[in-house]
Nanobody, 124 residues
Framework: QVQLVESGGGLVQAGGALRLSCAAS????????MGWFRRAPGNEREFVAA?????????RYADSVKGRFTISRDNNQNTVYLQMNSLKPEDTAVYYC????????????????WGQGTQVTVSS
């Protein structure tokens, strides 16, 4: 059974940083793209970042986080990370890990797997 477990969320002041982790089990995700999404209160879930399979040579980011967030992966640990710097109050959301996409463009599609989410709160 596939499980994705996010960690690293919490409360941080504006301008601060957090590093989210997503540990996968039940399947090796090296051959698949992985990503992060978020849902702020009252909003739909939105794309944040994605990384291609294997070495993760390709990445893509939402415009709202470009230059502040960095996605990376460690295939030995079957884990994907999201380093979040220069956090803003509008980054407050539940952050979800996604895995199993056949390409970086299919991250979040119905055939993929989701974690339960981790709360990130940025105070002003």
């Amino acid at each position: 059974q596939v499980q994705l477990v996010e960690s690293g969320g919490g409360l941080v002041q504006a301008g601060g940083a957090l590093r989210l982790s997503c540990a996968a089990s039940g399947r090796t995700f090296s051959p698949y793209a992985m990503g992060w999404f978020r849902r702020a209160p009252g909003n739909e879930r939105e794309f944040v970042a994605a990384i291609s399979s294997w070495g993760g040579s390709s990445t893509r980011y939402a415009d709202s986080v470009k230059g502040r967030f960095t996605i990376s992966r460690d295939n030995n640990q079957n884990t994907v990370y999201l380093q979040m710097n220069s956090l803003k109050p509008e980054d407050t959301a539940v952050y979800y890990c996604n895995a199993g996409a056949s390409s970086i463009l299919r991250v979040g599609f119905p055939e993929t797997y989701w974690g339960q989410g981790t709360q990130v709160t940025v105070s002003s």
